[in-house]
């Protein structure tokens, strides 16, 4: 068994709203970080300092953090995939980690960031170098760790080889992220404990799609094997422009629901997580993937007459 509590980062302001085609207001995206906070949400993944013309619903990310709380004991997190986007994140003054991200194929690096997966781990190391020199701290994402939209099945001891050398470069934790959401229980535990060991002791962080209704087995599976930070996008709401066929994120509250109900701590409260999920919908403008949001609550929470 692992841990008894994880870390929960709240993914949606970027991942999960980066491949919508309806286009959300800066002033709603704020709301949802907001919300996130409420909710509980210590680390939240608030944009991303990529090209606009490729990912235009990120094209309001220097809005976005102009406009950011001051929240004591939040990490508002930026997703940079070069040290131009690092240089953006940097200068507005207001992100406090730096997402980096490397990727386990070729093909899948060149089409998500026009570099080679070698290429990519020496770019992240770089950002990660950048981040420290700036007084902030990074995190290593290791991009389609389970499975490739172009080159299939990828190898385990690949991605230990990657995180090996991402380590070196002393990131908060390294990442496996299943871009596709290809991975099965089975694929996760032996990933996530053979790169706690290559690693160790900087922690394993996942991140989960449920593009074939595995995501949720893959938390369990994930947490069970030692991984200590999980992300999740509230609704299941997400998925990666670059990658044909990726689907939502891990959805926050269901997410929280299972790991909560199972006695491992998130530091989440579902009851708002679900009044938000709510929320967000409207704002999406149909129904989000997230379960639990259209469950009946589970205890029944009793009147004060009953």
């Known amino acids: 068994m692992g841990s008894t509590s ?3 980062v709240e993914v949606g302001p970027r991942d999960g709203l980066q491949n919508e085609r309806t286009v959300v207001s800066t002033a709603d995206k704020l709301e949802l970080i907001a919300r996130s906070i409420a909710a509980g949400a210590r680390r939240i993944e608030v944009t991303s300092f990529v090209n606009p013309t490729r990912v235009p619903q ?20 930026g997703l940079v995939m070069n040290a131009r986007g690092a240089d953006r994140a940097i200068a507005t003054g207001r992100i406090d980690q730096l997402g980096a991200v490397a990727v386990a194929t070729d093909k899948f690096a ?8 070698d290429d990519s781990v020496d770019a992240a190391k770089a950002i990660i170098s950048k981040a420290r020199d700036a007084g902030l701290t990074a995190q290593a994402t290791i991009g389609a760790s389970f499975g490739c939209p172009f080159e299939g099945e990828v190898d385990e001891a690949r991605v230990v080889e990657m995180a090996r050398r991402l380590a070196e470069a002393e990131p908060v934790e390294v990442a496996l992220a299943d871009t596709i959401g290809v991975a099965d229980p089975g694929h996760v535990s032996r ?11 900087l922690p394993v962080r996942v991140h989960f799609h449920n593009t074939r209704g595995t995501g949720l087995a893959n938390v369990w599976a994930a947490v069970t094997a030692g991984a200590t930070v999980v992300d999740a ?6 998925g990666c422009p670059f990658a044909p066929g990726a689907a939502g994120n891990v959805s926050s509250e269901d997410v929280v629901y299972m790991l909560e109900r199972a006695h ?8 708002q997580l679900i009044e938000s999920s709510a929320w967000l919908t409207g704002i999406i403008g149909r129904k989000l993937p997230g379960m639990v949001a259209q469950a009946p609550r589970f205890p029944q929470q009793q009147t004060k007459d009953a």
């Open 264 to 271: 491992i701590s998130t530091g989440m409260d579902l009851d």
């Open 110 to 117: 060149i089409a998500n960031q026009g570099q080679t997966s």
């Open 191 to 201: 990933l996530v404990a053979a790169v706690r060991a290559a690693i160790d002791p």
């Open 233 to 238: 996008a509230l609704g299941g709401l997400g």
């Open 58 to 77: 990120m094209a309001d990310a220097e809005a976005v953090c102009a406009a950011l709380p001051e929240r004591a004991g939040v990490t508002f997190i």
């Open 6 to 8: 994880i870390e929960f």
